[in-house]
């Protein structure tokens, strides 16, 4: 009997998004599986590579789906929204990055990374989710960051945590780096700046909130990040209070987290509490490093975190991570959640 994934389609296969996510299932446990790569009009015939292979992006149309195991949606939310139904029609489990399908009856924000976190913590989580008839939507990258932090931190009495969290332009897509570039160039050359998805400007500039007619706003966003917290924690963690800055960098996500207790902590228990899988402590036994930002986090896999050696009830965490990797490697662990469901090859 065949177990293991033998077909899996990217939607929005074009997007920064997209094309990070062939990468890292290429490289995955599912690498043997074919990969279809599959977008809108404009992106038809465009020949990009997953590792040393270059595939070619096909059309989304009738029948595309058939005979596939996994359909991921890492497009707009339009697209998702238009064609998911048709892969679950084909058989096909389906993990959202868009987002759009959130709060459906049929579908379920996950964190596996937090989920574990809470396991090895000795958090009593009950039940499992029912994935068999459900799509999966990946939990925000950043709910997942700070979910997996106040998990392990679990035993240390913590009585709330509050994050400040920087995010990047390629949030935006391909699109709003171009418009982030474009206003850099413009800015240092005396020009108008295009402000179709920010709204406003953001080179060399931070915004706790962006214009009015821009694309996605940052109070959105936060509100997403808070609500994918607590339905990912099912009400284990302690209370999150979030503020979202638009920053001026390309990629990658950093977070200034700050953590408290009903008592005094040390920096050390703080990191034998976080130590373990997906997170990488950034600091040397001389008590000297190089804080983690988002350059030295791009193309890393696991969350660079390093602890604030101050002693007490309140203590700083700095966090950084690949904002694009993070993403896709958590919609990669959804999917091997919902493998566990297909004995042979097909949601039973």
Not at 4 to 25: D, M, P, Q, Y
Request: with cysteine; proline share 3%.
């Amino acid at each position: 009997m065949e177990n293991r994934v033998s077909r899996i389609g990217i939607v929005g296969a074009s997007s920064l998004l997209g094309k990070e996510l062939a990468e890292e299932i290429a490289n995955s446990s599912f690498g043997a599986a074919e990969i279809v790569l599959l977008d809108e009009e404009e992106a038809i015939g465009q020949v990009t590579s997953i590792g040393d292979e270059a595939v070619i992006i096909r059309r989304i149309e009738p029948g595309c789906f058939a005979g596939m195991d996994f359909v991921f949606f890492a497009g707009s939310g339009d697209v998702t929204a238009k064609h998911w139904q048709a892969a679950r029609q084909a058989g096909a489990s389906v993990v959202d990055l868009s987002h759009a399908l959130a709060g459906g009856e049929a579908v379920r924000v996950l964190a596996p990374w937090v989920e574990e976190s809470l396991r090895t913590s000795g958090a009593e989580l009950g039940a499992g989710l029912d994935l068999a008839t459900a799509a999966a939507v990946p939990a925000h990258p950043v709910a997942a960051m700070l979910g997996m932090v106040a998990a392990r931190c679990g035993g240390l009495d913590l009585t709330g945590v509050a994050a400040a969290v920087l995010e990047p332009a390629s949030e935006r897509g391909q699109a709003g780096l171009d418009e982030m570039h474009k206003q850099t160039v413009n800015l240092l050359s005396f020009q108008s700046l295009p402000q179709e998805v920010f709204g406003a400007q953001v080179a060399f500039n931070l915004l706790p909130a962006l214009g009015e007619k821009a694309k996605v706003s940052v109070e959105s966003t936060a509100k997403r990040i808070s609500k994918d917290y607590r339905t990912v924690g099912r009400g284990l963690l302690p209370e999150l209070a979030l503020q979202v800055v638009h920053a001026p960098v390309f990629h990658g996500y950093a977070a200034s987290l700050l953590i408290e207790s009903s008592r005094a902590l040390q920096a050390e228990e703080i990191e034998r509490a976080l130590a373990g899988e997906h997170i990488d402590l950034v600091w040397d036994e001389s008590g000297v490093s190089d804080a983690p930002s988002n350059l030295s986090a791009a193309g890393q896999g696991n969350v660079l975190v390093r602890v604030s050696r101050e002693e007490g009830r309140r203590v700083w965490v700095w966090m950084t991570a690949d904002n694009l990797k993070l993403a896709a490697l958590q919609a990669i662990a959804c999917a091997k959640q919902m493998q566990a469901l297909r004995p042979r090859g097909k949601v039973q």
